[in-house]
């Protein structure tokens, strides 16, 4: 079962993602890379927030890997917006 600070940090993770969305619909700007940036700044925001320097628990592990990986698609959507703006 996740402790409460898991629980706690998904909870917050799920209402930021709410909010991105919520503004986007109202503002009537429906970007998927837009909200894949906010939800990874809100997610890397939080994991720093719930991280223990002397404990890593086993979830912790996975976390950092789910954003690595989002920080490299990250990466290649710049380097792809990038190119537009060249070519």
């Given amino acids: 079962m996740a402790s409460g600070k898991t629980l706690l940090a998904a909870g917050i993770l799920v209402g930021w993602m709410f ?7 109202l503002a009537r700007l ?10 990874l ?5 939080i994991t720093e927030f719930i991280s223990l320097s002397t404990l890593r628990p086993k979830w ?5 890997v789910l954003l690595g990986t989002g ?9 792809m917006k990038v190119i537009d703006i060249i070519l």
Wanted: proline share 0%; glycine share 8%.
């Fill in 71 to 79: 920080v490299g698609i990250f990466g290649i959507i710049i380097l």
């Fill in 41 to 45: 700044i809100g997610a890397l925001i």
């Fill in 19 to 25: 909010c991105v969305a919520i503004v986007m619909i």
């Fill in 60 to 64: 912790r592990t996975y976390q950092l």
């Fill in 30 to 39: 429906i970007n998927i890379e837009i909200f894949f940036v906010l939800w």
